[in-house]
């Protein structure tokens, strides 16, 4: 290889190298991981502490699921409910003048469980004696978690994001059920439907100090043939305590000023 | 052999930096994957915003005319990984700008990476487009 090639990508990986640090090193407006978080620990990770999901939680680049998931095929309800869908990405791609995703288009909430699914960026869990909390940075939302020992509601007036319960499974695994979702919002970034009969298991397994595993299973008869899972262990990574993270706030009045310039 | 083991390994740097994805809301539907235009402008604006931040410049197309065209990134999140922020550009910055136009011949695309006035360089990742266009090659009129 020639010299100046070797010292020309040396420049450009130390320049990106020092950018990507700082980025993530800043006191403010930290952007999170920016890939996998599957990178090499600086220390063995210490056990998993009892019953503690507490902490700034991210998947790095693994969270933002641009392209959608994979689901189960689809009833003839679901069908006909996604085929009105033109989303940016995925299976239903289209041109940046036809999409119509609420969330993108509208300025709609993004919902649940699209917000495990599209744009999951890092988040904080909070824990006090009746709830989980879950403090989202994409849209800087936040979901309760019930783990007063209530029940589901029987029949739910449709929320964005949807009624939640928890209660822990074992030591490090939390599991979450939800319903009540309102079917106008997208399950993924694909447009991929869901409808307001859905029901949500979320798995949070902390397999030790800095590692928490979230798997998602959809249960929706009505959108799906079968119940299908949209998160198989996503691997979160803890961010430090002092972690100040960025707004991501998907605004109507700035996206209607993007699609002015763009939907050419 | 030492040296040689080094250049690779930068390589694999490189490679693993740019291969990070681009854009989060949407695909390339719109955009014309088959070209790839290297243009030298002025800034008229920089937009630091979501869904996605974009850059306005003036720059000739090859009949001499000007045209403001309006060029695409990530959002404000990722693009900060990448060395990028609010104020990366001014008004008035003479830049170069490779970019990825839409399909229809309107003066708007995605950035693939961008000269800045002092030399550096400011990369969006992902790979060249088949076909790209010879640096320097000026973009065709307007149809």
């Not at chain 1, 020092?18 to 996998?36: D, I, K, T």
């Not at chain 2, 690779?8 to 719109?30: C, K, N, Q, R, W």
């Not at chain 2, 869904?51 to 309006?70: E, I, M, Y």
């Amino acid at each position: 290889m020639p010299k100046r090639l070797i010292v020309t990508i040396a420049a450009a990986a130390a320049l990106t190298a020092s950018s990507v640090m700082r980025a993530q090193n800043q006191p403010w407006n930290n952007s999170g991981l920016a890939q996998s978080p599957n990178q090499p620990q600086s220390g063995p990770a210490g056990p998993a502490p009892r019953r503690d999901l507490t902490g700034i939680w991210d998947a790095g680049g693994a969270g933002i699921g641009a392209r959608g998931a994979t689901p189960a095929p689809l009833t003839p309800w679901g069908e006909a409910l996604g085929k009105t869908h033109k989303s940016g990405d995925g299976a239903r791609m289209a041109p940046i003048a036809e999409i119509n995703d609420p969330l993108s288009t509208m300025g709609d909430p993004e919902g649940f469980p699209r917000n495990l699914l599209f744009e999951l960026r890092p988040f904080q869990i909070v824990q006090t004696p009746n709830q989980v909390l879950i403090l989202y940075m994409f849209e800087k939302r936040w979901r309760v978690v019930w783990t007063d020992g209530r029940q589901l509601p029987k029949d739910p007036d449709p929320r964005w994001y949807g009624y939640s319960i928890g209660k822990w499974e074992d030591d490090t695994t939390f599991v979450v059920q939800s319903n009540g979702t309102d079917e106008r919002t997208w399950l993924d970034n694909a447009g991929n439907p869901h409808s307001n009969e859905m029901r949500v298991e979320e798995r949070y397994h902390r397999v030790n100090q800095n590692t928490l595993e979230l798997t998602v299973t959809i249960d929706d008869p009505k959108a799906y043939t079968k119940p299908w899972v949209a998160r198989n262990k996503l691997a979160l990574r803890l961010m430090p305590p002092d972690t100040d993270l960025m707004e991501m706030i998907p605004s109507a009045s700035e996206a209607a000023e993007y699609k002015k310039v763009f939907a050419k | 052999m030492k040296n040689r083991f080094f250049g690779v390994f930068l390589v694999a740097v490189v490679l693993l930096v740019v291969a990070a994805p681009v854009i989060a809301h949407h695909g390339a539907a719109s955009f014309d994957t088959t070209k790839e235009y290297v243009l030298k402008g002025t800034v008229t604006e920089w937009i630091w915003a979501n869904p996605h931040c974009f850059l306005k410049f003036d720059a000739k197309d090859d009949t001499g005319s000007v045209r403001n065209w309006a060029v695409e990134v990530s959002n404000p999140t990722d693009m900060s990984k990448r060395g990028w922020a609010r104020t990366s550009f001014k008004a008035g910055d003479e830049v170069t700008v490779t970019l990825q136009p839409v399909k229809g011949g309107a003066p708007v695309g995605r950035l693939r990476n961008v000269v800045l006035p002092n030399g550096s360089t400011l990369g969006t990742g992902g790979p060249a487009p088949a076909g790209a266009a010879a640096p320097g090659a000026p973009a065709p009129a307007a149809k």
